[in-house]
């Protein structure tokens, strides 16, 4: 089992290292030419926010062979390194702005490394349980390597008595390096005197106002490109728009539901995530000790794989029907089946936005200026009447950029539970439709799925520009 | 060729503020400004406050771009002269390296030009000394230095690269009267030193202004323009306190004319 273990975390530092690297060109690339970097980040957010299991199609058609783990684990975490590290370019450029003398290469070595490197510890912290998690899940989508995930999901077969040790074992390993990289990186930036690092949209691109749509379409161009290149590749991607049409024609009924549950599921969890993790930040601010609780209910959902919560999930699913027969409930025509399957992804989903809002509300109001709440006390305001105009009013303010960043998050979440629960969605729909063989269909089915997620990317991105909220003015 | 030029030469600039938002237009900040500085002559700007006075040193220093008219610095753009050091630019609140002790930071400029290590500690040390910060203060971070002391940091910065233009904004601010003083002979003697050295600052102290300046500019208006009060015969060196007393006097006047109009 620790032989098994030692194979998963190589795996996931190999990823590491690639993602890293691609971190770092990114980052390179935006320091040396601003902007440029907006081409980089919309196609690592898709690789973050599709789950390994639909990834490894296309990784399968394009015929990675033994890169495609790799590939997958470094593809999921390439887009949280860039923003991590990206929070500490950002924070330079106050230095990069004020000391314009000497070479560029010289003022990053001097003004800007510093900050990146503290920053690093911090983020590879942050990331060992989605290092440890990504790992284990590219692992089970491919179905090969000598790694504990291949053998969780085969020992699942004989029932979750037999995982819980290997279960154990890789909350352990994903919580131990988390905690003493989080203690390291905390005394380093201590001895570096510089504020603690935070999570932030500083990387994301500015919000122009047709920037979203912009974005939209060059995604778009870009998946069509990677569809004609491997159409001659591989036999496992639809040929032609019109095999992609008879397929379409023939799986729309169930396709159209699944892809309006998912983005049901994905939306509402999205925000009553938000809402409630925001929530609990003011919860917090009041008592401080509180975040040890919200912490010890959110951390393990991000440190262990969903598909240890399946019993959990299982149940609540049973407990969900029963509430339903019991009520004398019909649930509307075509969504037969699937009620309980969005109400699950949609509880899945809420916590995974949870765990993003809470991080980023409680970095918002690091940031929030003390003259304000203090200038109030001057007044001999009480508790409540400084929570309701200062605090509310600036994590509200912060809410869209919150649901924009963990959006992502959440339709990973939705996908991977569809995938293990029954019931309907479109991970429901891909699994199966994958090991049915049935490759026109499921490729049908990612189109669908980059659709959707195109549409939800658009709308939270359009709700950030109806609120006019910008990162930097925060500051 | 070069050594002929005007330290600061400005003939028609025109400046505008970018618009906040999409309601509002750029703000027209100069127009026609005309402007000659020669060299080695220190030139004090005064001015209500908003009137575009750190603006135009940023515009000395290359760091802004004016929408038309023509600015040179000896005779160049100003800009590659600011990257290589020759000229520096000392603002209110620069900020300072957090991770860097109060010599560190002094020494920062050299270090990115990748000047010699050694010189570039004699250096701050000796500046160090100048703009009295104690010994015991020079292996201290930022954080644990007072706003005046910081700025006596932000000074020795701004002059370890000994630039041929120093553009101070508000130089003086957070130090107390006695320090004053002390700084102002400090900068008065490294510009007067070999009059090799030019300086542009803005101050709101018309005592300041009356000490060390040769030539002194008032901007006001929108966009702004440049009033010009009588004219010194005296070089700052042998002005005596009486006369120092009463162009600042004329100044005051001047400025609260101005405000009152």
């Known amino acids: 089992m620790v032989h098994d273990m030692a194979g998963t975390m190589w795996l996931g530092a190999t990823g590491l290292g690639w993602a890293l690297l691609v971190a770092g060109l990114t980052l390179t690339v935006r320091y040396f030419r601003g902007g440029a970097e907006r081409y980089a980040l919309p196609p690592l957010l898709v690789l973050y926010t599709l789950p390994p299991s639909v990834t490894a199609l296309t990784g399968q058609a394009m015929q990675l062979g033994s890169g495609l783990t790799i590939a997958l684990v470094a593809g999921s975490l390439a887009l949280p390194l860039t923003v991590q590290l990206g929070t500490a370019v950002d924070q330079a450029s106050q230095f990069t702005r004020a000391y314009v003398c000497g070479s560029r290469r010289r003022r990053a070595v001097t003004l800007v490394l510093p900050l990146v490197a503290a920053e690093l510890v911090r983020a590879i912290g942050m990331l060992m349980p989605w290092v440890v998690l990504a790992a284990v899940l590219a692992e089970i989508a491919v179905g090969e390597g000598s790694g504990i995930g291949l053998k969780l999901s085969t020992r699942l077969t004989y029932g979750y008595a037999h995982v819980w040790p290997q279960v154990v074992l890789v909350g352990l390993v994903a919580v131990l390096p988390y905690c003493l990289l989080r203690f390291a990186s905390g005394r380093l930036l201590l001895a570096m005197n510089l504020k603690r690092g935070r999570l932030d949209l500083s990387v994301a691109p500015k919000h122009q106002r047709f920037g979203p749509t912009i974005e939209s379409l060059y995604l778009i161009l870009l998946f069509a490109a990677l569809w004609l290149y491997l159409n001659s590749q591989s036999d496992i991607i639809a040929r032609s728009p019109r095999d992609v049409t008879e397929a379409l024609a023939h799986i729309w009924p169930v396709l159209g539901a699944s892809a309006l549950s998912t983005a049901l599921a994905a939306g509402i969890g999205c925000l009553l995530g938000c809402v409630f993790a925001l929530g609990m930040v003011l919860v917090v601010r009041a008592a401080r000790h509180a975040h040890y609780a919200v912490m010890a209910v959110l951390l393990p959902l991000q440190v262990l794989p969903i598909i240890v919560f399946k019993p959990l999930l299982t149940a609540v699913e049973q407990l969900c029907e029963r509430w339903f027969w019991s009520a004398d409930i019909q649930p509307p025509p075509g969504f037969a089946g699937m009620v309980p399957a969005t109400v699950l992804s949609t509880i899945i989903g809420t916590f995974a936005a949870a765990y993003v809002a809470y991080e980023l509300g409680r970095a918002e109001l690091q940031r929030l200026p003390f003259n304000k709440s203090s200038l109030l006390r001057t007044f001999e305001a009480g508790n409540r009447r400084v929570l309701r105009h200062v605090y509310v009013p600036w994590l509200v303010r912060s809410l869209p950029a919150t649901l924009e960043i963990a959006m992502p998050r959440v339709i990973l979440a939705v996908l991977v539970t569809e995938y293990l629960v029954p019931g309907g969605g479109l991970g429901r729909m891909l699994a199966e439709l994958r090991s049915n063989q049935d490759f026109t269909e499921a490729w049908t089915t990612l189109l669908c799925l980059l659709l959707v997620f195109v549409l939800l990317n658009l709308l939270t991105r359009s709700l950030v520009l109806l609120f006019k909220f910008k990162a930097k003015a925060v500051r | ?261």
């Open chain 2, 1 to 261: 060729m070069r050594s002929d030029t005007a330290a600061i030469a400005i003939s028609s600039l025109t400046h505008f503020h970018a618009a906040r938002s999409k309601e509002s237009e750029p703000v027209n900040v100069f127009k026609n400004l005309d402007l000659a500085l020669a060299k080695g002559r220190v030139l004090a700007i005064l001015g209500p406050s908003g009137c575009g006075k750190s603006t135009l040193l940023r515009l000395f220093a290359g760091l802004e771009r004016p929408a038309s008219g023509e600015l040179a610095v000896f005779g160049e753009d100003p800009l590659p002269q600011t990257k290589a050091g020759e000229i520096t630019l000392l603002t209110p609140h620069a900020p300072l390296l957090p991770w860097r002790s109060a010599i560190a930071n002094v020494r920062l400029p050299l270090d990115l030009l990748g000047r010699p290590r050694a010189l570039a500690m004699h250096k701050a040390e000796q500046l160090l000394r100048q703009v009295c910060l104690q010994e015991e203060r020079w292996d201290h971070r930022p954080h644990e230095l007072s706003e005046g002391q910081l700025q006596r940091l932000r000074l020795a910065q701004a002059m370890i690269t000994e630039p041929r233009l120093l553009l101070l904004d508000e130089p003086f601010s957070n130090v107390d009267e006695g320090l004053r003083a002390t700084l102002l002979d400090l900068v008065t003697s490294y510009l007067l030193k070999d009059r090799q050295r030019s300086a542009a600052f803005v101050t709101h102290h018309a005592h300041e202004a009356a000490t060390i300046a040769d030539d002194i500019i008032i901007l006001a208006g929108e966009p702004a323009t440049i009033r010009r009060p009588e004219p010194v015969a005296e070089a700052p060196a042998d002005r005596s306190s009486d006369q120092i007393d009463l162009i600042a006097e004329d100044l005051r006047t001047r400025l609260l004319a101005l405000v009152s109009a």
